[in-house]
């Protein structure tokens, strides 16, 4: 099991008690660059790890669980993403701002290639701080 690279566990009824119950678990999977948790019942409360793609898409995180999210971000916790996908989380503007702050410097995501934030709550002042992140630089991938 150690020399697994994907994790594809989507459409489950996992929620948080079974992330949390997963995350000590892959450190035991050194090689782990994909973890896929769509459609789970994560809310906010939900454990991220240090991945190349990272899908939480069709979950409950909401604007709260997009700050959580902008912390680990901004605090360098997932700079290896490649690809986030957050469509489909009841994400509004709060949460679209709080990922643009996060995003401010180059260095938070160097890698991000692909972001989805599709089927959310995000309106004019949300994209408007994206735009922004976006056009400073933010994302480089």
Not at 33 to 52: H, K, Q, V
């Amino acid at each position: 099991m150690a020399h697994v690279s994907l994790l594809n566990l989507q459409g489950n009824h996992i929620g948080d008690p079974g992330v949390l119950a997963l995350a000590p678990l892959l450190r035991n999977l050194p090689r782990l660059e994909a973890l896929y948790i769509d459609f789970n019942g994560i809310t906010e409360d939900g454990a991220l790890p240090r991945l190349g793609h990272l899908s939480l898409g069709a979950n409950l995180l909401g604007d709260d669980g997009m700050r959580a999210l902008a912390a680990a971000i901004a605090g360098g916790g997932l700079a290896r993403l490649e690809l986030l996908h957050l469509g489909n989380n009841d994400i509004g503007d709060a949460g679209a701002k709080a990922l643009a702050a996060a995003c401010v410097s180059a260095d938070t995501l160097p890698r991000l290639e692909e972001l989805f934030l599709d089927d959310n709550e995000i309106g004019d002042a949300g994209m408007r701080a994206l735009a922004a992140a976006i056009a400073g630089g933010g994302w480089q991938g």
